[in-house]
């Protein structure tokens, strides 16, 4: 049974920091892209972050670039999300997903990812 498994999430004051972690049973996903949405309530799913499957390449959204980092580790079979300069608008249920037809990591889409973790709740005060 495939599972991504995402924990790290909690409760930071506008400008901290969170490291979201997902880890990956059931199969090895070294050779899937990964990736990074979010959703707060009342809006729709967004990207985040994605990694290609080699690690080499990186995506990230305008409102998190400079701030967040996604990165992988082949050995764990895990991806991770350090956000960095948290703000209120970052407040939101995170999921981490995986898509072997987004190898490269550059799909932004998420109805191209074919596992998905059950989410993580990151909550900023300000």
């Known amino acids: 049974q495939v599972q991504l498994v995402e924990s790290g999430g909690g409760l930071v004051q506008a400008g901290g920091s969170l490291r979201l972690s997902c880890a990956a049973s059931?199969?090895?996903?070294?050779?899937?892209?990964m990736g990074w949405f979010r959703q707060a309530p009342g809006k729709e799913r967004e990207f985040v972050a994605s990694?290609?499957?080699?690690?080499?390449?990186?995506y990230y959204a305008d409102s998190v670039d400079g701030r967040f980092t996604i990165s992988r580790d082949h050995a764990k079979n895990s991806v991770y999300l350090q956000m960095n300069s948290l703000k209120p608008e970052d407040t939101a249920v995170y999921y981490c997903?995986?898509?072997?037809?987004?190898?490269?990591?550059?799909?932004?889409?998420?109805?191209?990812?074919?596992?998905w973790g059950q989410g993580t709740q990151v909550t900023v005060s300000s």
């Open positions: 997903a995986a898509g072997l037809d987004v190898s490269d990591g550059a799909s932004t889409v998420g109805g191209e990812y074919d596992y």
């Open positions: 990694i290609m499957w080699s690690g080499s390449n990186t």
């Open positions: 059931g199969r090895t996903f070294s050779r899937y892209g």
